[in-house]
């Protein structure tokens, strides 16, 4: 139950962030706003406030702002958006991918300075065992270290994982210290399709680091920087071949909500913090549709010094929509076959 609301609120405040950002700024230049509304589908909650229409609708997985003026051929509206400067037009547009990174600094500080950051000493010491797995049912228990993994001494946790991946599903036998005496457990690894690979159920020591409010304030801000230079790393190395092209679609992005629900609340903030990254860089991406394809427009509409056709206009958006259903199958195919569904 916990995951599943999870995942609405997840992208529930990814989305209101997004739109929020394109409403205010909408308001801010005079624009007129028809509706803002999170979710697609039929309305669950609607209120009207002066000329702006509130809604909450069925499926949370999107959000919009119905801007007047937005298609040339159909402005009534003498406070329509194509009737805005090319400076206001930008501002609303870029406003809500600006917002996917303003989110993120919130959710971090409150994860990092109530929660702390763990710390990974590469110790040999077991934090965490599944009670679902082969090492529980083998009585190995939290805070047994190890000493050696089929007679073979392992003094790191990186070393013990090492020599148990070599092992694949044979058995193993390991020697731990418990209380100061030395104990032997055969464990039987068990493989899990969601890991790819035999695991035995557990997880190293973790320490937790409070860094305070100066810190977890300074953090909260490098910490998404970092973040999105790798997003963008993986892109490029997508793009020139160098990686595979491997796309988490809204499938793959809600069962990964569901499992780090299940961690806690802190893991759970800097998942949504790193998602809203995510939608924040793609979202700019020039392509017709998104965010950033609007920027492209605007921008040509500039230098012509005339707004496209309306015609023009459907037909960016109807390439754009072909483009992005292409990749939505392509992530879903890839999603399905990552959570092995028909095996």
């Known amino acids: 139950?916990?995951?599943?609301?999870?995942?609405?609120?997840?992208?529930?405040?990814?989305?209101?962030?997004?739109?929020?950002?394109?409403?205010?700024?909408?308001?801010?230049?005079?624009?007129?706003?028809?509706?803002?509304?999170?979710?697609?589908?039929?309305?669950?909650?609607?209120?009207?406030?002066?000329?702006?229409?509130?809604?909450?609708?069925?499926?949370?997985?999107?959000?919009?702002?119905?801007?007047?003026?937005?298609?040339?051929?159909?402005?009534?509206?003498?406070?329509?958006?194509?009737?805005?400067?090319?400076?206001?037009?930008?501002?609303?547009?870029?406003?809500?991918?600006?917002?996917?990174?303003?989110?993120?600094?919130?959710?971090?500080?409150?994860?990092?300075?109530?929660?702390?950051?763990?710390?990974?000493?590469?110790?040999?010491?077991?934090?965490?065992?599944?009670?679902?797995?082969?090492a529980y049912h083998a009585g190995i228990n939290v805070g047994d270290r190890?000493?050696?993994?089929?007679?073979?001494?392992?003094?790191?946790?990186?070393?013990?994982?090492?020599?148990?991946k070599t092992n694949g599903s044979k058995n193993v036998k390991l020697m731990v210290e418990r209380s100061g005496k030395p104990l032997a457990i055969d464990v039987a690894p068990q493989f899990d399709s969601k890991a790819g690979k035999p695991i035995i159920g557990v997880s190293p020591k973790v320490d937790i680091e409070y860094p305070g409010l100066i810190k977890s304030a300074q953090l909260s801000v490098t910490t998404p920087i970092e973040v999105a230079g790798l997003i963008l790393d993986g892109f490029y190395q997508m793009i020139t071949g160098k990686m595979p092209a491997d796309l988490a679609g809204p499938i793959g992005v809600i069962d990964m909500t569901n499992q780090v629900a299940k961690t806690g609340i802190a893991a759970l903030l800097q998942f949504t913090a790193f998602l809203s990254i995510n939608l924040g860089i793609i979202n700019l991406l020039p392509l017709p549709a998104l965010d950033g394809g609007h920027i492209i427009v605007i921008l040509i509409e500039a230098v012509r010094r005339k707004p496209l056709s309306g015609s023009v206009l459907k037909k960016i958006q109807i390439v754009g929509f072909a483009l992005l259903m292409t990749l939505f199958l392509y992530a879903t195919i890839q999603d399905v076959a990552r959570m092995n569904i028909f095996n």
């Not at 995942?7 to 700024?25: K, Q, R």
């Not at 190890?146 to 148990?164: D, R, S, Y």
């Open 1 to 134: 139950m916990f995951s599943t609301i999870a995942v609405v609120l997840v992208f529930g405040i990814l989305v209101f962030f997004h739109e929020l950002g394109h409403f205010f700024t909408a308001k801010l230049t005079g624009m007129q706003v028809d509706e803002f509304a999170i979710g697609f589908g039929p309305k669950l909650i609607s209120f009207t406030r002066g000329e702006t229409r509130y809604s909450l609708r069925l499926i949370p997985l999107g959000g919009y702002n119905k801007i007047a003026g937005m298609d040339p051929d159909d402005n009534v509206s003498a406070r329509g958006f194509c009737t805005k400067p090319t400076w206001a037009k930008l501002l609303v547009i870029v406003t809500g991918s600006l917002m996917n990174f303003v989110l993120p600094v919130l959710l971090l500080f409150i994860a990092f300075f109530a929660f702390g950051i763990p710390q990974f000493h590469d110790k040999p010491i077991i934090g965490s065992v599944d009670g679902q797995k082969a």
């Open 146 to 164: 190890i000493i050696a993994i089929n007679g073979k001494n392992v003094a790191t946790w990186t070393e013990f994982t090492e020599t148990l």
